[in-house]
């Protein structure tokens, strides 16, 4: 028995390779948007909670108010010594790629012990890294859904060896993540309870109703209103989502199909809550926004039983992954986008905000300053975007440009790392604060 435990829990060098090259890569392009100046509001958000929270507030000067009284978030305070210790938003590109790259062993080896041969289980986790969504979570900005997909795969992993405690565990550390996570660990957790063990599922779903009760609860004492999307019952971007649950399944070879239409409805409330939040979420055609995370999570794990029932299919799974990533994904790793051109002065001057002891007011449309500088406490960013605020192109698609750049010869003008013409407006440069 400890013979065949120990080999289901041996990790393939496969995997470790594949692991490996998506963490330096994305962890370059990472950095290389954050010295572009590329990042939005969120990565400086969570940067300056994390950093208040050694003196036990969650207060941000990016949501203007505590963000435990915006989300039910307590299971961030794991990654809050990070940022005591280093104390910089590449700290928290760091952390995000680890919890990735962390997902994909716990997938394997969840693979594993429902039975999948070791190498399609490595296929598997390869394939997670190279899902759209997965990439989309690793390159845009901090959010706790990020690791949604470590902590649901560790939990399936003990449901699976019926480990009460650890999968309670992990269950709790999910539900602190975000007040949704409460709903889905309740509905999963009755799903284990019809179809697997029922001790276990009982068990999940009461520790999300007192979640839940223990929330509401907080939030009526504090006064508080959470940070919830507003719902509508007529459906939107119905073809962004078409296109998100299609690129759910193309990376993992549309393995996810093989365990069955009643099993495939376990994941109607996740597509719903995309489907029918409104009016201001992001269109579901953004693969990787952060609402992606759990419908990957549950798709991943939908496609470890579906290699059990179509082991063939394994093969196809990292051919089909790249060409997501090449064509069709949502962040710089696609055909015909390239790197930031960073602009050195324009970071040199973010970091000096950075380390100022003076107050500054970041204006919202320079929300890259903020990401930077945030970790600093006096630093803050407007509430609201300026009548005159500046918007830069999305992606940097002139390869003569990037090239040139590498050569040290500069375009003539740059928005946010992206060349553009001559008569287009740029965003001024943020240089001063407040006493």
């Known amino acids: 028995m400890r013979a065949v435990r120990a080999e289901r829990t041996s990790v393939d060098p496969l995997l470790i390779a594949g692991v490996a090259i998506f963490a330096i890569v994305y962890f370059a392009l990472d950095l290389n948007r954050l010295y572009a100046l590329r990042y939005g509001a969120d990565l400086g958000t969570y940067a300056q909670t994390f950093a208040n929270l050694a003196h036990g507030s969650s207060w941000n000067y990016g949501e203007w108010r505590e963000h435990f009284a915006v989300h039910d978030a307590w299971s961030l305070w794991l990654v809050a010594p990070f940022v005591w210790l280093f104390p910089s938003a590449e700290m928290l590109l760091l952390v995000q790629v680890a919890a990735i790259c962390g997902a994909a062993f716990v997938l394997a080896a969840f693979a594993r012990e429902i039975g999948v041969d070791r190498r399609s289980a490595s296929l598997l986790g390869i394939a997670f890294l190279l899902a759209p969504c997965a ?15 470590l902590l649901a795969f560790s939990g399936a992993l003990y449901v699976r060896r019926r480990a009460l405690l650890p999968a309670l565990f992990f269950a709790q550390l999910l539900l602190g993540l975000k007040e949704d996570e409460m709903l889905f660990v309740a509905w999963f957790g009755a799903a284990c309870a019809l179809w697997w063990d029922r001790r276990m599922g009982f068990a999940l779903v009461a520790l999300a109703v007192v979640n839940a009760a223990g929330f509401a609860l907080y939030e009526w004492i504090e006064r508080a209103v ?20 299609l690129f759910l399944l193309v990376p993992f070879a549309f393995t996810p199909l093989a365990v069955g239409w009643k099993r495939l409805l376990l994941g109607a409330p996740l597509v719903a809550e995309i489907l029918f939040m409104a009016p201001w979420t992001y269109d579901p055609s953004r693969l990787g926004s952060h609402y992606s995370g759990p419908l990957l999570a549950s798709a991943s794990i939908a496609a470890a039983f579906g290699v059990l029932r179509w082991p063939r299919a394994a093969r196809w799974m990292v051919p089909l992954g790249l060409v997501a990533t090449l064509f069709f994904n949502d962040t710089v790793l696609h055909v015909g986008r390239w790197p930031y051109i960073v602009d050195w002065s324009a970071y040199e001057r973010a970091v000096a905000v950075r380390q100022s002891d003076r107050i500054a007011v970041i204006p919202r449309d320079q929300e890259g300053v903020w990401a930077v500088a945030a970790v600093n406490e006096r630093v803050r960013l407007e509430q609201r975007p300026g009548p005159h605020a500046v918007f830069c192109p999305a992606y940097d698609v002139d390869a003569r440009a990037f090239f040139a750049s590498l050569r040290g010869r500069m375009p003539a003008r740059l928005c946010g790392g992206v060349p553009v013409a001559p008569g287009a407006p740029t965003p001024k440069p943020y240089l001063s604060g407040h006493p």
């Open 226 to 245: 959470p940070h919830d999307p507003a719902y509508t019952i007529v459906p939107q971007h119905l073809a962004g989502t078409a296109w998100l649950v």
């Open 135 to 149: 990439q989309g979570l690793v390159y845009d900005n901090f959010s706790d859904n990020l690791f949604v997909p």
